[in-house]
């Protein structure tokens, strides 16, 4: 078998690149198939960097081949049907569908005709596949057919609405690498996803693979074989990671909907970079079974969506909680009595205290470090728009801690731990058992744990997965902390986070996302996305900061019990960056301290019902906040105006 060399590889990015771009795009996509197409070869696409480049080196490379990416490409021309196809809502095409004024096929047609145009946004992979567009199609004409013989309500509840698998999701009809190249490039899984499983078995149309970085464990959506995620507010902006590839499909309108998956931000921080609403259900609400974990603590399959609309139709449909649905809606409170907390610390403003071990590598007290000037002002203006639609706003802090009066309970819950436990690092004490045993049970590749890590590429300092895998990270990690992050600390988990809930008597807490305004792949690069750092939380100065120490780490925080969690988009902030703000709700029900009862931590009945009410109440809060035009979520534009495109 044909073989490329690692300098003929780089050659292929470093040298040719800058001539394809030249020559244009349709050259670009039939080399990248001519070079991906034999079986196990180790290919590096055209939009993933020389992996020996870094810092300002990396910067340079990102900006010539990235940030400033040229399409030649025109506008498609479209009819006003397909256009109005296009900007469907999942509710809007499901209504459709079921009066019967479109038909599966049409619809998913349309939608792979967007696919195929910006194709070279690397929001789907495989697309080296021939096989794989068609494979989508042929879906949406036997569900057609199913309808002439059965009628509509045979492919009920979701009429045939396409969605986008996660590409570290197993299924059976599309290559199934979970973002690695060379020997897992090819794989196909014996068996979907349970997601996946249950999208065909409720009607829905498995719309490919979405881009992910290698096992999703980075926070931008690159991998070597797909290359980097492009984004339709700026090429200059990632998509975010590991879900990157999802946000791309669902902001660039073609698809209303994709699976995404969150271990440590994975469906927050796409949704963030993205102007999209993105659900992080409470833990096992949907099921995660077939994609690769990488805790078994805090991964959890959710998805991204253009309205909050959406995502409570998909939800009723994924889960058949119609009735439920029905039910809350008819319930759900008045704004004027929703209680939302406005806590500063950690999201807004973090430290770690004096005497504290600092877990998420963050500045110690009296340094602080709080979120950038452009994310405090959209936040601020997020939190006057609901005062002035009389949203009872809760601006305390957390309670103090019993036993060290000079901590609230968050401070000593994270910064006083025992045995030296780290709550990031010791739950990955899992990630090389899980990734393997997944390659063994879904995919039947034969590949050792040194194969896979050197199938595995590093971008400078920002996208590293392979060593987040290593078993050198985690040989020194101890089995006793791991049953600790299991057990006790989960619990303890929950009765700190509930602690201002039950203080309080909040409904929810509305915070920033992330610390960092929106992430370019230059500031990634060189470690300078821009927050705010001071003394004793005053004179606060821009600084830049790295992609995990400084703007995402605290993404891992509460990822271990059960929290649902909605990212809303608020528009751009005075510099043009996508601007989101987050709910969290409640973890567990009411008056679960003073019973003593923990089996709802561990009841997945319990955790399939949960989010409702807490869904219902953000999406009144959307409605406040979006009668406010700044903050309403933006277009993409480069992906929807235009003579001939959307708007």
Known sequence: MKSITKSTSLYIKGGLLPIVLFLGLPLLRKLTQQWTNNDNLQVFHPTFPPTELSGKDLELWFNEHITNHKVALPDPSWSQHQKSMAKMSVTQFIQA????????????????????????QNGLMYTDNNQMFDTIRNQAKVLDERVEKEGIESIAPFYCLPVAAKGTMATVDFQSSVGVGGKLHNAYANRDAESVARLKENGGVVFGKSNVPEFAASFVSCNYSTGCTLNPYGYKYTTGGSSGGAASLVASYILPIAF??????????????????????????????????????????????????????????????????????????????????????????????????AVFTSPKWPQTKKVSTNIFSKYTDAVNTLRSGQVQLIEKEWPTSETNPKMNVLEEHWHMLPNGFDLIMDPLISFPGQAMTHIQSYLNVSITMDELLDEMKSIGNFHTPGPFMDPEMTKDRSESNFRYALGAFQMDTVLAWNSYFDTHQVDMIMTPVSFCDAVTYECAATDSCTLQMGSEGKDYKTVGGSLFEDCNSLFLAFKSILIPKVVVPIGEDADGNPSSVIFWGRSGPQGMKKSGDWSWLYDDDYARENDLEFLYKVSSLVDVLHKEPSLQRSLPHLVTVGENNLY
């Open 97 to 120: 569908r079921k009066s019967n004024t479109i038909t599966c096929l049409e619809y998913t047609d349309t939608l792979l005709d967007r696919a195929r145009h910006y194709s070279y």
């Open 260 to 357: 995404s998956e969150d271990t440590g931000g994975s469906t927050r921080h796409p949704a963030a970079q993205t102007q999209l609403f993105g659900y992080d259900p409470s833990r096992n609400r949907y099921p995660n079974a077939g994609n690769p974990g990488i805790t078994f603590l805090n991964d959890q399959v959710g998805v991204l969506a253009r309205s909050m609309e959406d995502i409570l139709t998909f939800d009723s449909a994924f889960l058949n909680l119609e009735d439920s649905h029905a039910n809350i809606k008819l319930t759900t409170s008045k704004v004027t009595d929703i209680r939302v907390g406005l806590p500063q610390y950690p999201f807004v403003e973090y430290y770690v205290p004096e005497e504290g071990s």
